[in-house]
Every structure is written in structure tokens, then in C-alpha cells.
């Protein structure tokens, strides 16, 4: 543990990012290739029922949602904990985030079942795809209390360094799912059901191993029911980190399913090439988003020391590295746009015609993601709520909404696939706006 600390008050930035974010960047890298492999075995059976794993997916954005709600708003407060070495204050917001964290998403997932048939139809769901989406959904929306368990549990180890424990936690997670999906869906010929149950008993593998963390491995990071405290300011300032960050998860749950329901005008066909894409660039979100769970605690940790030059440094050297991450990513989604698509759903030729000039535009965006992802968690991680929560917002609230219902207009389908393009690129030029003349101080 010490070690793990003396890695973010006084080791090479460089090095301190790279052992930090490299293991929660792969980690949740292979998680999320996983999740296409689950999707390439869903797209075996049919575009029906591919249709029907896009118009279900944005939910995951609920679970996360709730999940970071907590996760992010006491692990920045656990880290700054740990920096001041006021370890009685750490076991207190561990212990009220994660009592809060799963009391909340068991009411949402009970309030989520019982409007389940009128919420899938909202969010884009048709008579075709419906039968299909209940074989999943009902499955899938009972294991996101797992999940929200299994974010908060993550993020919170994390403060501590132990993002290599992270990595294989993920790994273990995914790796089941894929052994577990052929075995399901085909060999016991559950069909979609069998990938929600893979799902979950993947869910439940992770949730024992960060209970094994708990238990036996960590030695700052302790839970005990009595020093939950639902105190005013605790709360506040778990919230006031975390609701931003939800409020960009929930941000794009509804912006997924608006894209959805606006695909779904073009047939279930559209619906299935724009799930495609986004879980093919779910991956490169994972690989940021990977890296800035890494990323964050350090600045979290050094601003509780008010050492602000190696905040400014290791922003700097985020963005640089994440930039040329996703120009390789970019490149490769271009090079190979229609097979990517070809390869998840070859049953009809309008998913590929679609599904790549989608894939096209989304490698452009991804290009501007790291530079605002990062100056956001900064100002998160730093308490600048204010700041840090307009940047989390803006790009689904303020710009992707609006956009997607003119350009949708004025251009059909091919507005809906540019809509991610344009928000970005207007997103890169107000974080620019924003952070040019700031000093992290």
C-alpha cells in the first residue's frame, strides 16, 4: 500500500500514469472486447434479435449511471483521504457509498421491471424485436445491481493503486462471458437468453473477487456498517462529484435510445448497424475511460497535497497519449469499416451498407474524445464541480440532442450517423475554450 501511494505523491509522471491507467486501460479494453464477442454470437442468430441487443444496450448507461453516482463521487474523496492520511474519514465514505450506491439501484431496477414493456417500447423497441428483448432485458436489468456493486467496487480499490487487481478482476469477468456464451446460446440452445445469463454469472465471478479484495487484501480500505453517515456534507460531496458524472451516463442512455428510436423509422435493419458500431466503439470508451480511472485518483491524491505541477504535467501527457490511441483505432475502424460490420451481422446488405458509413463517421469523432474526457475528470478530480460537470454534460445535453434532430431532418440517415461528428467536434472547441487560459490551482 505504501508503495501504491508513494507511486502518486513522488514517482516519474510518466511512469505513475502508465502503472496506473495501463491495467484498468486493458482491463476494460478486454471487457469490452468481450462484449463484442457476445455481440458477434448474438448477430449468429439473426438481425431480429440484433436489433433487439441494440434497443436493450442503453440501459447498461443506467447501471453505470448509478454505479459512478457513488463511485466517483467518493472515490476522489477517498483519494484525497488517503493523501491527508485521515484513514477514519476513508472507511466512512467507503461505507455510506457503497449502502447508498445499492439501496438506490435496487429501487431503480425494481421501478424498471415493472414498466418494463412501456419503457422498452420509448426507447425504440418494436412487435418484431419485443419477444426477444423480454428474453434478454428481464435478465440483464436484474444483474445491474451486480454491476453498479462491481463500478463501485473498482473504482474504489483504484485509490489504493491496485489497478492490476482491476485488470484481472475485468479480465476473469469477461472471460467467463465468452466461454459461457457459445455454451448457452447454441450448445444449450437458449438462444438471447443464454447471452443475459452468461451475462450475469459473469457479474456474479467479478462480484466475489472484490469481495475477496475487501476481505483479505486491502489494508486501508474497510467497510463497517457503523461508520455509514448519510451526514450533509458527506453526501454533498459525494454528489456533487458524482452527479455530473452520472448525469453524463444517463445523457447517453437517452441519446442512445433517441438514436435508436430515429433508426428504427429506417427499419429494425438500421437499428442493427448502429448497435454494431457503437459496441465496436465501445471499445475505444473503454480504452479512455480505462485509462482515466488511472489517471483520476492521481490527480485526486496530488491535489490533496496541492502538488498542482504534476497535475498539470500528467493532463498534458493524457492527452497526448489518449489522442494518438484513438488516431490508431480511428485508422484501423477506416481501414476495415465494411468487414468490422460484415463480421457481426452478414444477413443483410443494408446493416453493412449502413453500419460502415456509421463506423466512418464515429472513427472521425473518436479523435476529439480524449482531450474533453480528460480536462473534465481533472476539474472533477479536483472538487470544480461547476466546471468539471458543464464539460461532463454538454457534449449529450447541450449539443448531441439538438443536433441529432435537425441533422436526422434535414438529411435522414445520414444526419443520424453524422450527429456524433459534429457534437465532437463543437465539444473540442469548448473544452479548448474553457482550459486555455486555466492554471490548475
Known amino acids: 500500500m505504501k508503495n501504491k501511494l508513494e507511486l502518486m505523491e513522488s514517482a516519474n509522471i510518466k511512469t505513475a500514469l502508465l502503472k496506473l491507467g495501463l491495467p484498468t486501460m486493458v482491463g476494460m479494453v478486454v471487457s469490452a472486447f468481450y462484449n463484442l464477442v457476445d455481440t458477434f454470437f448474438i448477430g449468429r442468430l439473426g438481425t431480429l434479435q440484433m436489433a433487439a441487443l441494440t434497443v436493450i444496450f442503453p440501459v447498461t448507461m443506467i447501471g453505470t449511471g448509478l454505479g459512478l453516482l457513488f463511485a466517483n463521487g467518493g472515490s476522489v ?9 485521515e484513514f477514519d474519514q476513508v472507511t466512512r465514505y467507503l ?20 414498466f418494463f414493456d412501456k419503457t422498452m417500447f420509448v426507447m425504440g423497441a418494436t412487435a418484431e424485436t419485443l419477444p426477444y428483448i423480454r428474453e434478454y432485458g428481464f435478465i440483464f436489468i436484474i444483474g445491474l445491481i451486480l454491476n453498479v456493486f462491481n463500478l463501485i467496487s473498482n473504482n474504489i480499490i483504484n485509490t489504493e493503486g491496485a489497478t492490476t487487481y482491476s485488470m484481472t478482476v475485468m479480465f476473469a469477468g469477461g472471460a467467463l462471458n465468452v466461454v459461457l456464451d457459445p455454451i448457452l446460446i447454441f450448445g444449450l440452445k437458449m438462444g438471447i437468453e443464454g ?26 480500505l474497510k467497510f463497517s456498517f457503523h461508520m455509514v453517515s448519510f451526514d450533509k456534507k458527506i453526501m454533498l460531496n459525494i454528489l456533487k462529484i458524482g452527479i455530473p458524472v452520472m448525469s453524463f451516463q444517463l445523457l447517453n442512455f437517452v441519446t442512445l435510445s433517441l438514436v435508436n428510436v ?37 490527480i485526486a491524491y496530488n491535489y490533496g497535497q496541492k502538488k498542482m505541477g504534476r497535475i498539470q504535467e500528467a493532463t498534458s501527457t493524457a492527452v497526448r497519449w489518449l489522442t494518438i490511441a484513438s488516431a490508431v483505432f480511428a485508422f484501423v475502424c477506416i481501414l ?23 463506423l466512418l463517421a464515429m472513427a472521425f469523432a473518436s479523435l476529439f474524445q ?13 472538487g470544480k464541480a461547476k466546471k468539471g460537470g458543464f464539460l461532463s454534460v454538454c457534449q449529450q445535453g447541450v449539443f448531441f440532442i439538438p443536433l441529432l434532430f435537425l441533422l436526422s431532418r434535414i438529411w435522414g440517415l445520414n444526419g443520424l450517423i453524422s450527429t456524433q461528428l459534429v457534437t465532437n467536434i463543437l465539444m473540442f472547441a469548448t473544452t479548448f475554450l474553457m ?4 492554471k490548475y490551482a
Open 262 to 298: 430515429i433508426a428504427g423509422h429506417f427499419g429494425n435493419d438500421a437499428i442493427a448497424a448502429v448497435g454494431i458500431v457503437n459496441r465496436i466503439f465501445m471499445v475505444e470508451m473503454m480504452l479512455t475511460f480505462g485509462f482515466i480511472k488511472g489517471y483520476q485518483p492521481f
Open 370 to 382: 480524449g482531450y474533453c474526457m480528460i480536462h473534465a475528470t481533472c476539474f472533477l478530480s479536483m
Open 435 to 438: 482550459v486555455r487560459n486555466v
Open 336 to 358: 476495415f469499416s465494411r468487414n468490422l460490420i460484415s463480421a457481426f451481422d452478414n444477413h443483410s446488405r443494408m446493416v453493412v451498407e449502413v453500419g460502415s458509413k456509421a
Open 77 to 85: 474523496f477517498i483519494s484525497q483521504k488517503l493523501g491527508r492520511k
Open 195 to 220: 447471452a443475459a445469463i452468461a451475462t450475469l454469472l459473469a457479474r456474479l465471478l467479478s462480484m466475489s473477487l472484490y469481495l475477496y479484495y475487501f476481505l483479505k487484501k486491502t489494508v486501508y
Open 95 to 114: 461505507s455510506t457509498v457503497f449502502v447508498a450506491g445499492l439501496t438506490t439501484a435496487a429501487i431503480v431496477i425494481s421501478i424498471m421491471l415493472l
